[in-house]
């Protein structure tokens, strides 16, 4: 009995010893390793990686699409083309046409019937006519156009009041920024694609001195999209899809659109002058780099470089100078050409822009008025201006613009036969000439073919007469 007994305190001490060594180095271990766990800052940084993920999703384009799809019609452009000329027919005297089709979108911008789209879509249109996302097909006209910055205004009288896009500032507008391009290409009604903002003023001329300043996006747009939308993740317009670049003919990748604040200019002006008034400030020059900063010989490679300043300009009245470095218009960094042009196509003459520039290592601001663009490039001599009363006196005649800038391709020619800069031009194919828009309405209304016949007074006061063919 006493060893069972021993027995039984024995066991009992024994599972008293083995439950505190469990407590203590199991349990008790156990606490410790998630008192630590909650103070590892790594589980918390977990957590931040998880929420960064989310930061990074794609974000809901629905409202976006929605809001756009039926404000995106389909365009298309019936024109009559010169055909092949056969021999029958050249002796039959006859001149072969043939019917081409065309096609592309076009953006709804008021509820009674205005549409945007692209002047290249509309161009040498017999016929127009535009389908809504709905299917209903209407007859259009057109408003007016600007070959310039590709877009065109046509109208539709619907029987009912249209859905329409928003405007929004193209300005304001981020690299990044996620986008919808919306088009109507094959009469299928609207399709969405989506990317984001690639680039801003960006330029296709090689030179980088045109004056195109789009919006690139990688969303993608093939032929038939011309003229649809571009639009935030709001559903506001910013851009009219214009351009791709490809060796192929379809989308690679990159994708241009006018950019809304431009556009939305060109309209309101054909809405209310019938035609683009265009803001001019005054200079001609360069974008800076480095290889045409070490050119000149100068340090800076951002900026417009100021090689030469019109006469009568806004800029010439503010004091812009002869190489002086235009660094920022109204807060807008310039570091191209087409960042200057694209935001001077917002604006039109009497309009004041803040121009900062540098002058020898100096920061200076100015306020210029824009004015109206009286010069022009004529063809074989050279850019033009209105000549001034002054001008027409020192010369005696009643008429005439005046040469400012002879081409250089021909200046040599000129100067010879003592033509110079300041050189009063009285008439071109023998109509009298009044003003830079009588010669452009001449040279657009001249065929290739024509000869061009200049009169002018030179600067010793002779009349002269010349015929370039």
């Known amino acids: 009995m006493k060893k069972i007994l021993t027995l039984v305190l024995v066991s009992a001490l024994g599972g008293v010893l083995t439950l505190g060594a469990y407590k203590y180095f199991l349990e008790g271990n156990k606490n410790v390793v998630l008192s630590t766990a909650e103070s590892n ?17 794609a974000p809901d384009l629905t409202v976006a699409a929605e809001n756009s799809i039926n404000t995106v019609v389909h365009v298309k452009n019936l024109s009559v083309s010169d055909g092949q000329m056969t021999i029958q027919d050249l002796f039959m005297g006859r001149h072969p046409q043939q019917a081409q089709i065309g096609s592309g979108s076009g953006v709804i911008i008021t509820a009674d019937g205005y549409i945007i789209t692209n002047n290249h879509v509309i161009d ?8 809504l996302n709905n299917n209903k097909t209407y007859e259009a006209k057109i408003i007016g156009s600007d070959p310039k910055t590709d877009i065109a205004l046509i109208k539709i009288d619907a029987d009912e009041d249209l859905p329409y896009a928003t405007f929004g500032d193209s300005d304001q507008a981020k690299i990044g920024e996620w986008v919808l391009a919306v088009g109507n290409p094959f009469n299928l009604t609207s399709t969405v694609t989506a990317g984001i903002i690639s680039a801003k003023s960006r330029s296709l001329d090689p030179s980088g001195n045109h004056t195109q300043s789009f919006i690139q996006t990688d969303a993608a747009v093939n032929p038939g999209n011309s003229g649809g939308a571009l639009v935030n993740t709001e559903g506001e317009l910013i851009g009219i899809n214009t351009a791709i670049t490809s060796q192929t003919g379809s989308y690679i990748g990159y994708s241009f659109a006018v950019p809304s604040n431009i556009a939305r200019k060109v309209i309101e002006d054909i809405m209310e002058y019938g035609n683009v008034q265009n803001g001019v400030l005054g200079v001609t020059g360069g974008a800076l780099n480095s290889a045409f900063a070490k050119e000149i010989g100068i340090d800076e490679t951002e900026g417009f470089y100021v090689q030469s300043v019109m006469e009568d300009s806004g800029a010439e009245k503010a004091g812009i100078k002869n190489g002086d470095i235009i660094k920022e218009i109204d807060g807008l ?17 009497d309009d004041v822009v803040n121009v900062v520039l540098l002058r020898d290592g100096s920061s200076k601001t100015l306020s210029v008025v824009l004015t109206k663009n009286n010069t022009f490039t004529l063809p074989m001599v050279g850019q033009v201006k209105n000549a001034k009363k002054e001008d027409l006196k020192k010369f005696k005649v009643s008429n005439g613009i005046k040469i400012v800038q002879l081409d250089s391709k021909y200046a040599d020619y000129w100067i010879n036969n003592g033509v110079k800069e300041g050189s009063i031009i009285t008439a071109i194919n023998d109509e009298k000439i009044e003003t830079v828009d009588d010669a452009q309405k001449i040279i657009k209304n001249r065929s290739s073919y024509d000869p061009l016949r200049i009169e002018l007074i030179n600067t010793n006061g002779e009349k002269e007469r010349y015929n370039f063919r």
Do not use: M
């Open 41 to 57: 800052p790594s589980f918390v940084q977990t957590n931040n990686v998880s929420n960064a993920k989310v930061a990074y999703e």
């Open 124 to 131: 040498n249109s017999q016929e127009l006519s535009v389908t």
């Open 333 to 349: 960094k310039i570091s191209k050409f087409s960042d200057l042009s694209g935001h001077l196509s917002t604006k039109r003459p």
